[in-house]
C-alpha cells in the first residue's frame, strides 16, 4: 500500500488557497468576537420547541430542505420584519439559510464580477469584508463619523471612483449598531444614502444582524422601510439574538435577485435547527430579546467605565454604542494594536485589531472589545489587564490613570 | 416611496444565473428523491441525545464553530471508518460540513478549474453533476455493467480524452451503491482503477453515502482503504442513516486538500445539529442501521415482485441492488421518460428520468425509482400505477402482464 506518495499539488484549483484552518482560540477575557452571552442562550426552551416541532412534523427531516427554508420561519420574520423594521414583504421573497454569512455570501455573487468596485464603512465587519475580498471586488472604505457613513463624503468618494474608472456597483452597510464601531445611521442620512444610491445606480446591502440588541434610545427606520424600490437587500441573522451555534440567517431581495443569490447555494437550510428556532421564537421571541438586551446592558456599562479607569489620559478614545455586543477603541497612532494582539492574548485578553476591518487598509492602531460573551466583572478585569498589558509593552506615553 | 422603479438587471454578476426555485413537490407515491423512511427518523433519541449534550456544553453553542465541525463527532467519524471501512485517519484530517452536497462542493472547488475534464460513472448522481457542470467541468460519462465501472474501458477513455486534449484530472465515483443504478463495484475492479488513476495522474473521489444501507452480501473494501497514499478523497454523510434536514456530511482529505477545500465555506457547520447527531450516534449508532436496513429491505423486495409483476414482458429491464434506496429502470429505447415525468406525477407517481443523472446526454429511456421512503404496500401500488399510465400512453408494445 502506498504512503502519501501521490502527488497532488498540480491538480488544486486556481481559485484554491493553501490557507490554515482558523481553530477558535479563546482567551481568558474573551473580546475577540461578538459572541452573546453563553447564560442567555435558551437552551431548555430550544428542546422543548424542537421536541414539540418534532412530534407535529418530524418525519418531513425526510425530505431535502427547500432552498428557502421552512415556511413557518419565513412567516415568523415576516411579520417581524413588519413589526420591527417597517415594511412588508411576502414570505416568498425571504430565504433562510445557514447564517447571515451564507446570505451575505450568495448576494455578493449575486452581484460581483471580480474588479467591480464595492463601498462598505470606513471600518467594516471584517467577516463581510473578507468575503467581498475573495471575490475579486475592489473594497473602499467611505469615511464616517460617530453617526456612521457621512453622505456627502460617500457622495464625494462615489465622483471620485466614477472618474476614475472604477464606478461602485453596491454600497454594504450596517446601519444599525455599524460592526465594528457600534454607530447608527441617523433616519435623515438613511434618506441622503438612498437617494445618493438612486441617483448613480447601486444596489444597497442592508446588514441588520444586530438592530435587535438595543438597551436604549430608538431603532431608526430601515433602508427596506423607507425604500421598497427594489434598490434595498436585507440581510438578518439568529446569531445574536439566540445564537452563532445555530448557523441560521436570511436575506430578504427582489425575485430576480432573490433567485440569482439562491443559484449560488450548495446545500439546503439545516431543517432541524429551523424547526427548534421557529417554535421558540413563536413562543417567546420578544420576552427573550428584552432578556439579552438587560444582560448586555451592564456589560456595556462595565466596559465604559473600565475604559475611562483605566485608559483615561493615555489619549485613548472609544465609542458609546446604545446596543449592541461590541464597541470600537482608538489608541494613540504610534500604537501597533495588531503587534499587541498575540501578547495580550497571552496575557489573557482577547480582542481583534481595526486591521481585518479596515477596506483602506488602515486600522492598526484600533481595536474592536466585544462586550457581550463575558460578565460585566470580567468586563471590567479584562479591560484593566489590556490597559497594564499595554502599559507594560510601552503604548502610552502617560500610564493610564496616572 | 418608490416601487418597484430600480431596475437591478445591469448590476447582476455574470456568474449568477436565473434560475426557478425549485419547490419540493412530493407526488402520491413518491419514487422522485432518495429520501429515508419517514418512520425511521430517531425523533425522540435525537431529542434526548441533544437535551444531554445541551446540558453539558450547550453553552458552546455562544461560539462561532470550527470550520471542520465539532471534535467529538470527528472522532466518532473516525472510529467509524476504521471499524466500518478499513482505514485508520486522524479526526484532524476529517472536515464535518452542512450535507454531503456541501462536502462533494468544497472539494471540487479545491480541485476543478473551467473546462478541466472529469470522468464519472455513465449514470450517476444528478447533485454532484450539476456541481461539476456548475463550474465549468467538461464531464464524461465512462461506461458500466452490472458491477458499475469497467475499468479496461475507463482507461480507454482515458487515453481517448487524454489524445484529445482533454486529460482527465479527476475521477468521482460511488463505489458502494452507485446512485442511481445500485450497483457496486468489486473490490478487484477497486484496485484496477486505483492503479490506472495513478498512471494517469488522476484524483479520486469516492463518495459513499450509501455504504451503511447493505441488508445483504458483502461490502466490498472502500477506495480509501485499498490506498492511503493521498489519492483518494472520502465523502459521507448521515443524510442517509439519518435524515437529510439533518444536513450533515464530511470529507476525509489530506492536510493541503483539506485546507484549499475549506477556503471554499462561507459559513460553519450546525452546532446544534452536530451535538444531536453525535449523542445520538455515539448511543445507538449500529442498532439505528440495522433498524433501517430491516426496514428497506421489504421495500426493495416489493419494487422488484412490482416491477416483475408489471413491467414483465415489455421489454423493461431493472437493477436488484443488494442495499439502498434506490434501483435503475431501463425502458425500451423509444420510451421518452423525461416526457412522461409530469404525466405521472399527475397520475401520483413521481420518479426522475434518467436524463438528469447522464453525463452524456443519454438516459431519457432510464428511471431512478427510489423506494426508501413509501411503505412497502405503497412501492407495490405505485409500480403498478406506473406501469398503468405508461401503458395507457402507449409506452408498450406488448401491455403490462399481457
Same mark, same amino acid.
Given at each position: 500500500?502506498?504512503?502519501?506518495?501521490?502527488?497532488?499539488?498540480?491538480?488544486?484549483?486556481?481559485?484554491?488557497?493553501?490557507? !490554515?484552518? $482558523?481553530? &477558535? /482560540?479563546?482567551?481568558?477575557?474573551?473580546?475577540?468576537?461578538?459572541? @452573546?452571552?453563553? %447564560?442567555?442562550? +435558551?437552551?431548555?426552551?430550544?428542546?422543548?420547541?424542537?421536541?414539540?416541532?418534532?412530534?407535529?412534523?418530524?418525519?418531513?427531516?425526510?425530505?431535502?430542505?427547500?432552498?428557502?427554508?421552512?415556511?413557518?420561519?419565513?412567516?415568523?420574520?415576516?411579520?417581524?420584519?413588519?413589526?420591527?423594521?417597517?415594511?412588508?414583504?411576502?414570505?416568498?421573497?425571504?430565504?433562510?439559510?445557514?447564517?447571515?454569512?451564507?446570505?451575505?455570501?450568495?448576494?455578493?455573487?449575486?452581484?460581483?464580477?471580480?474588479?467591480?468596485?464595492?463601498?462598505?464603512?470606513?471600518?467594516?465587519?471584517?467577516?463581510?469584508?473578507?468575503?467581498?475580498?475573495?471575490?475579486?471586488?475592489?473594497?473602499?472604505?467611505?469615511?464616517?463619523?460617530?453617526?456612521?457613513?457621512?453622505?456627502?463624503?460617500?457622495?464625494?468618494?462615489?465622483?471620485?471612483?466614477?472618474? !476614475?474608472? $472604477?464606478? &461602485? /456597483?453596491?454600497?454594504?452597510?450596517?446601519?444599525?449598531?455599524?460592526? @465594528?464601531?457600534? %454607530?447608527?445611521? +441617523?433616519?435623515?442620512?438613511?434618506?441622503?444614502?438612498?437617494?445618493?444610491?438612486?441617483?448613480?445606480?447601486?444596489?444597497?446591502?442592508?446588514?441588520?444582524?444586530?438592530?435587535?440588541?438595543?438597551?436604549?434610545?430608538?431603532?431608526?427606520?430601515?433602508?427596506?422601510?423607507?425604500?421598497?424600490?427594489?434598490?434595498?437587500?436585507?440581510?438578518?441573522?439568529?446569531?445574536?439574538?439566540?445564537?452563532?451555534?445555530?448557523?441560521?440567517?436570511?436575506?430578504?431581495?427582489?425575485?430576480?435577485?432573490?433567485?440569482?443569490?439562491?443559484?449560488?447555494?450548495?446545500?439546503?437550510?439545516?431543517?432541524?435547527?429551523?424547526?427548534?428556532?421557529?417554535?421558540?421564537?413563536?413562543?417567546?421571541?420578544?420576552?427573550?430579546?428584552?432578556?439579552?438586551?438587560?444582560?448586555?446592558?451592564?456589560?456595556?456599562?462595565?466596559?465604559?467605565?473600565?475604559?475611562?479607569?483605566?485608559?483615561?489620559?493615555?489619549?485613548?478614545?472609544?465609542?458609546?454604542?446604545?446596543?449592541?455586543?461590541?464597541?470600537?477603541?482608538?489608541?494613540?497612532?504610534?500604537?501597533?494594536?495588531?503587534?499587541?494582539?498575540?501578547?495580550?492574548?497571552?496575557?489573557?485578553?482577547?480582542?481583534?485589531?481595526?486591521?481585518?476591518?479596515?477596506?483602506?487598509?488602515?486600522?492598526?492602531?484600533?481595536?474592536?472589545?466585544?462586550?457581550?460573551?463575558?460578565?460585566?466583572?470580567?468586563?471590567?478585569?479584562?479591560?484593566?489587564?489590556?490597559?497594564?498589558?499595554?502599559?507594560?509593552?510601552?503604548?502610552?506615553?502617560?500610564?493610564?490613570?496616572?
Amino acid at each position: 500500500m502506498a504512503t502519501k506518495t501521490f502527488d497532488l499539488s498540480d491538480l488544486y484549483s486556481e481559485a484554491s488557497i493553501d490557507t !490554515e484552518i $482558523r481553530v &477558535p /482560540k479563546h482567551a481568558k477575557y474573551d473580546f475577540a468576537t461578538a459572541q @452573546p452571552d453563553p %447564560s442567555s442562550i +435558551p437552551l431548555k426552551g430550544l428542546t422543548d420547541a424542537l421536541a414539540s416541532m418534532l412530534e407535529k412534523q418530524g418525519t418531513d427531516l425526510a425530505y431535502y430542505p427547500d432552498a428557502r427554508g421552512i415556511p413557518e420561519l419565513r412567516e415568523l420574520i415576516a411579520g417581524k420584519l413588519e413589526r420591527d423594521d417597517g415594511f412588508k414583504v411576502s414570505p416568498d421573497n425571504i430565504a433562510v439559510v445557514n447564517g447571515s454569512a451564507e446570505a451575505n455570501f450568495l448576494v455578493i455573487k449575486a452581484l460581483i464580477n471580480p474588479g467591480d468596485t464595492v463601498i462598505m464603512e470606513h471600518y467594516v465587519y471584517s467577516g463581510t469584508l473578507a468575503q467581498f475580498r475573495k471575490v475579486g471586488a475592489d473594497v473602499v472604505g467611505t469615511p464616517m463619523d460617530d453617526d456612521s457613513i457621512i453622505p456627502e463624503k460617500l457622495e464625494a468618494l462615489i465622483e471620485r471612483l466614477t472618474a !476614475e474608472g $472604477r464606478k &461602485p /456597483k453596491v454600497l454594504y452597510t450596517i446601519p444599525e449598531f455599524q460592526n @465594528p464601531t457600534g %454607530s447608527t445611521l +441617523p433616519t435623515e442620512r438613511r434618506k441622503a444614502i438612498l437617494d445618493i444610491c438612486h441617483r448613480h445606480h447601486m444596489a444597497l446591502i442592508e446588514d441588520e444582524c444586530y438592530t435587535d440588541l438595543r438597551y436604549e434610545g430608538e431603532t431608526q427606520e430601515s433602508f427596506r422601510s423607507l425604500d421598497d424600490s427594489g434598490i434595498v437587500t436585507y440581510v438578518g441573522s439568529f446569531s445574536k439574538i439566540l445564537a452563532p451555534g445555530l448557523r441560521l440567517g436570511y436575506f430578504v431581495a427582489d425575485d430576480e435577485l432573490l433567485r440569482r443569490a439562491l443559484s449560488f447555494r450548495h446545500t439546503g437550510t439545516n431543517h432541524l435547527t429551523s424547526l427548534a428556532v421557529y417554535e421558540y421564537l413563536n413562543r417567546e421571541m420578544y420576552e427573550h430579546i428584552d432578556h439579552i438586551n438587560g444582560l448586555n446592558r451592564p456589560k456595556r456599562d462595565a466596559a465604559l467605565s473600565s475604559l475611562g479607569e483605566n485608559f483615561g489620559g493615555t489619549g485613548t478614545t472609544w465609542t458609546s454604542p446604545k446596543g449592541s455586543l461590541y464597541l470600537w477603541v482608538t489608541f494613540p497612532e504610534h500604537v501597533n494594536a495588531t503587534e499587541l494582539m498575540p501578547i495580550a492574548f497571552e496575557a489573557g485578553v482577547g480582542f481583534n485589531s481595526g486591521a481585518s476591518f479596515a477596506p483602506n487598509g488602515d486600522g492598526d492602531h484600533c481595536a474592536r472589545i466585544c462586550f457581550g460573551y463575558e460578565t460585566p466583572e470580567k468586563v471590567r478585569d479584562g479591560i484593566a489587564l489590556l490597559a497594564e498589558v499595554m502599559d507594560r509593552e510601552g503604548s502610552f506615553k502617560v500610564s493610564p490613570g496616572a
